[in-house]
């Protein structure tokens, strides 16, 4: 891991290197927490963000050389692309090929149906790690301890209840993925 951490320093802001970290360390702790591999977690936390810092236009050149554009909203805002793209980038360059790592930092900001638990851990570990302040907080970081399948519906929720409040575009991944693990569908999705 250590290997990574001038990359990382060259790659991304001061504020989003100390976020990468938090987030590996309470990937980590997740994992330990409900029997998933630690070092894997604490891996796919720590790159999580390896693009979140490109500019607009590497992102969506990348996005579209790969094929990682599935709609309009992503040519109207790229940044929702630094997972997809985070994902090839560090098979590219630091020969990462671990699937649940790759998926894992893909789908970290969307979401989406049917993720591994690894994918499930990051996503919930990106809103719940040291450094993020917001009123449901608490509650998260204690469902995430006690029920990783009730936390990630809770974690949903709240990302689409921020977009909503703010009436931001909610992008269909992430709709598909509340279906899928809403509590409608509860017994099929999770
Ligand atoms: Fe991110």
């Not at 692309?81 to 790592?101: M, W, Y």
């Not at 970081?141 to 949903?156: D, K, M, Q, S, V």
Request: charged content about 25%; aromatic content about 6%.
């Amino acid at each position: 891991m250590q290997e990574y951490e001038s990359i990382l320093r060259g790659n991304l802001t001061e504020s989003r290197y100390d976020h990468v970290c938090a987030v590996s360390t309470c990937a980590g702790e997740l994992a330990d927490l409900h029997g998933l591999d630690r070092g894997k977690a604490e891996l796919a936390g720590l790159l999580h963000d390896y693009a979140r810092d490109l500019p607009a236009d590497d992102l969506l050149r990348i996005g579209r050389a790969r094929k990682l554009i599935t709609c309009k909203i992503e040519e109207q805002l790229p940044v929702l692309l630094h997972g997809p793209v985070g994902a090839i980038l560090i098979e590219d360059e630091l020969g990462i090929n671990d699937a649940q790592v790759l998926e894992a930092v893909a789908l970290h900001t969307l979401a989406g149906p049917a993720m591994g638990k690894l994918a499930q851990v990051i996503y919930i570990a990106d809103l719940i790690a040291e450094g993020r302040d917001f009123s449901a907080i608490g509650y998260l970081r204690n469902t995430a301890r006690e029920n990783l399948n009730e936390a990630l519906l809770e974690c949903i929720a709240s990302t689409i209840g921020y977009c909503l409040e703010r009436r931001w575009i909610i992008h269909p991944q992430t709709i598909e993925a509340w279906n899928f693990y809403s509590y409608g569908n509860r017994e099929e999705g999770i």
